[in-house]
């Protein structure tokens, strides 16, 4: 790279993602007058700032209109060089002619810096990719290392791009610990159900409560593009809907119990029990 190292902010990997890049020094050029020379022209600080900005403008002239052509004119004045800065007149003093080089210094420097960014405690430049609204972090992340790849190829010799963090993985494991409680809280209420309800089928079948809720939370949250999270998943499953089964089925039980329900059809009490708890269950 060269020795001065811009702040780009580029978009790129097909609009998905902002890079924003800082570190290094961002080039300047710095116009240094002398207060002491200043002074001896009868000049101010002020006289050095108005001259800059008049004589570093491009200005329109109009237009000339011939054989029912429009040509535009315009007064390109944008100095460009050290110079060219340089040779600006401020004025006159006796007569003489005073330039900017006459009272000031003109040289490129830098920017003065509030903080820079280290790696290993040695100064580097650091690029992050930002993720736009609404877009998929497994996604940009891939997207973001295949691109990273493709600018590595182009890149001169010695000059080289590091990954420091890669978001893929933090949502990988997101994504497996989910899966783990899920797995683990289903197995857990199997559990629970068959010690206190001594019967397996009934486990199941409040068990088969978790995938169902599952599918319906997740349907609606991605219709409705709201995000996942690991305490949202586990509260609507295990929290909200779970609970409201494992009672139902307490109470199915309880009634197939009692003595007075012995001869009743199944289906009617399984219809009894769920009435008498739908209501403070939902």
């Known amino acids: 790279l060269h020795d ?46 108005r001259a800059l900005e008049q004589n570093n403008v491009n200005v329109g002239a109009g237009y000339i209109e011939r054989s029912g052509e429009q040509y535009l004119i315009r007064v390109p004045g944008q100095a460009e060089k050290a110079d060219e800065f340089s ?11 005073i330039y900017v080089h006459d009272v000031a210094d003109v040289t490129f420097g830098k920017e003065l810096r509030t903080g820079a960014a280290t790696h290993n405690g040695k100064e580097t430049v650091l690029g992050t990719a930002v993720m736009l609204i609404g877009e998929n972090s497994r996604d940009v992340a891939a997207d973001v290392g295949t691109k ?3 600018i590595q190829k182009s890149l001169p010799p ?10 893929t993985s ?10 783990t409680n899920l797995v683990e809280g289903a197995a857990l209420v199997i559990v629970v159900l068959f010690v206190l309800l001594r019967n397996f089928r009934a486990a199941l079948i409040t068990a088969a409560v978790i995938p169902l809720s599952m599918l319906i939370t997740v349907s609606g949250m991605v219709e409705y593009k709201i ?4 305490m949202s998943l586990g509260a609507i499953d295990f929290g909200l809907i779970v609970d409201g089964s494992v009672v139902m089925m307490e109470n199915v039980f309880r009634l197939f119990s009692e003595r007075e329900n012995q001869g009743r059809k199944p289906e009617e009490i399984v219809r009894e029990a769920a009435a008498e708890v739908a209501r403070p269950v939902a």
């Open 170 to 179: 933090l949502v990988q494991k997101t994504i497996a610990t989910v899966r």
């Open 87 to 97: 040779e600006i007149l401020l004025g006159t003093h006796k007569g003489r002619p």
């Open 158 to 167: 010695g000059v080289k791009i590091t990954t420091l963090y890669d978001r």
């Open 4 to 49: 001065w190292v811009m702040r780009p902010q580029l978009r790129t990997v097909d609009g998905v993602v902002e890079v924003n890049a800082i570190g290094g020094h961002e080039r300047q050029l710095h116009v240094v007058p002398d207060p002491y020379k200043l002074t001896s022209y009868n000049l101010s600080f002020h006289d050095v700032v």
């Open 227 to 230: 995000s996942a999270n690991l």
């Open 148 to 150: 990273l790849e493709s």
